[in-house]
């Protein structure tokens, strides 16, 4: 027993890393942002979708929703305080339409996850079942961003090339549900945890496969073309990717 829970430990620490340096990799986008003191064509959508699937993993990490869940807790934790920093920069240098928009989107979320947290903590008794309500909510989100990168895949095959596919997110994408996967198996069994990694993994084994298959197709970019699909491609990422 106490074999396994220092592999998980070791596991879920080695997953910490992996994700926190997924969350920080739209910050190169963010410093342009803050360099040019313009948005441009960068959309909030995904920091504010991955803010509220990070702030729900949290909820479930919490010892009175999943016990022994301190490693989910923490890293999403450290989610929740990356995409509040990168709103906040999107929100000083947006027009005031995509400042309104933020604050709509933010507003929604956070009465949605105020219900959900009363409804779990009023109306569920035991951590059995707040578990299944949340964990359930948490999967649907992660299956959501996992599955989201189909349609950069399509594209791929479409027009035989990678060049909307950088090779280190994707592998890092893979990686992440790998690890947390292999967290998600070993005692104490996390089925929540492991549903939407599983998912994410193999999402990322066949990004990691079509770039094999057409990355001789790779067109060259500008400079200025990649800092900007470097940008697009790191939000997608951050988007569907909040780390459990």
Not at 16 to 30: D, E, L, R
Not at 36 to 43: G, L, T
Not at 61 to 80: A, Q, W
Not at 92 to 107: C, E, H, N, P, Q
Request: positive net charge; charged residues 10%.
């Amino acid at each position: 027993m106490v074999n396994a829970a220092i592999a998980r430990n070791v596991v879920g620490i080695i997953g910490n890393v992996i994700s926190f340096g997924m969350f920080f990799s739209p910050a190169p986008t963010f410093y342009g942002i803050i360099k040019r003191k313009a948005v441009e064509e960068f959309k909030p959508d995904p920091y504010v979708a991955t803010l509220l699937n990070c702030a729900f993993w949290v909820f479930y990490g919490m010892p009175f929703v999943h016990p022994n869940s301190i490693l989910v807790l923490s890293i999403n934790s450290v989610g929740v305080a990356f995409e509040l920093v990168y709103l906040t920069i999107f929100y000083v240098y947006a027009t005031s339409k995509g400042r309104k928009k933020v604050l709509v989107f933010l507003l929604i979320e956070a009465i949605f996850f105020a219900a959900i947290v009363l409804i779990t903590m009023l109306a569920l008794h035991g951590t059995h079942k707040r578990s299944l309500v949340v964990g359930v909510i948490c999967d649907v989100f992660n299956v959501m961003m996992y599955v989201s990168p189909l349609t950069v895949m399509a594209k791929v095959i479409k027009t035989k090339s990678v060049k909307y596919m950088p090779f280190w997110l994707s592998l890092a994408n893979f990686l992440n549900g790998v690890c947390w996967t292999t967290y998600a198996l070993i005692h104490p069994f996390d089925i929540y945890v492991l549903i939407s990694n599983g998912i994410g993994a193999i999402s990322g084994l066949v990004q990691l496969i079509l770039y094999a298959c057409y990355s001789s197709c790779n067109s060259n970019e500008s400079d200025d073309d990649d800092l900007k699909l470097h940008g697009v491609q790191l939000s997608n990422l951050n988007g569907r990717v909040a780390v459990s």
